[in-house]
């Protein structure tokens, strides 16, 4: 075994100042003791760069401690019978090239690492481990929950997605279509739109060109909206809000146009929900997650084998590059579909590009 390392390098947040603005961040290098009894150590393939972070960073998170995040690792030393080296785990670590796990092999939320061990029986042949932080973690079963749990969409209906070139939206769009819908999307920018037609969505559009939203979204949804599948809120809301048709189902994900301090809502027509009958349900992963997880992976990963669901990630290298990536990442100059950052070699066979 080669030697381990005996510092980590992790990027915290040296300020509060700039909403979460690449300047708010420091890379700091922190000694790193070697696994006692009972302790793992862990080095991070894969960091997840998620929009709801972004407001936690405004409010809670420590200064001067890595960016608690979703991070997809191979255990390289381990003194604890539960996990052992080479072995593949998902967890809130922190945006750091090792971390250290406690004896009890809870990450910092509090969830047991061995849960979300990797079991390279039950993953789809091919798939990276990125796949972990994408398609097949959170970002699939958000999606997946949320239009398939809530809103039940039935053939032939209408189901809209706003930021549907994003980790979640260009996987509502495919689930749309597979359940027999017109999937109709809005994605900022002409590269975006093209790739959310190239997934077979029925009809996209670029919102950041249009000078009318509300006209726009009518032109693409002829026959009104029967489910919109909201990430971005305010005036997208509005539009979609201004065409759903009676007893149409709004599963609200999220609202990425109302977060940082500054962002206002302007959602302007709320009391046509009554008379359309709108069922608009707020959810979170977490009233799905670990429970709906294995029937998801059967799920998706099926429908990733027989090539019903396709997906891209846009992934920068290195720790230097993380938090440029997450600030262009919450404006849209960040790459298509989930965006991640890569700090060592993939150990799955089906390693993807980095851009
Ligand atoms: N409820 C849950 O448990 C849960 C879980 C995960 C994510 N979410 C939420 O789901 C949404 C999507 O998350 P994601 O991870 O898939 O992110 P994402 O769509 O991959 O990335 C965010 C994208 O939002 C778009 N955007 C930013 N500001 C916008 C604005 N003012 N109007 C329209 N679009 C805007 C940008 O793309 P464009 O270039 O297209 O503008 C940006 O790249 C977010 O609101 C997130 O907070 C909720």
Redesign the pocket.
Known sequence: MSALPVTRRAVVLAARANEASAADFALREIPLSAPGPGEVLLENVYLSL???MAAYMLGQHPLETAIEARVASRVIASENAALRPGDLVWGFFGWEDYTLLPTSLRDRKGYPVTANKIDPAHWPKGAPLSNALSVLG??GL?AFAGLVDIAMPRPGETVYV??A?????QIVGQIARIAGCRAVGS???PE?VAFVESLGFDSAFD??ASDDLEATLGEHCPDGIDVYFD??G?A?LSAAIAHANTHARFPL?????TYGAEATSDVTNLFMTVRKRITMTG????DYYPERMPAFHDTMGGWMRDGRVRYRETIVDGLEATAGAFTD????R?GI???LVKLAADPLAGDVDSV
């Open positions: 998620d929009p709801y959170m970002p958000t706003s930021s070139a994003g980790a979640l939206g994605a900022g920018g975006k919102y950041r990430n971005v305010g997208t994900c999220g609202m990425i146009s959810f979170t992963i977490y990442m919450l404006t849209g960040h579909g989930k965006c």
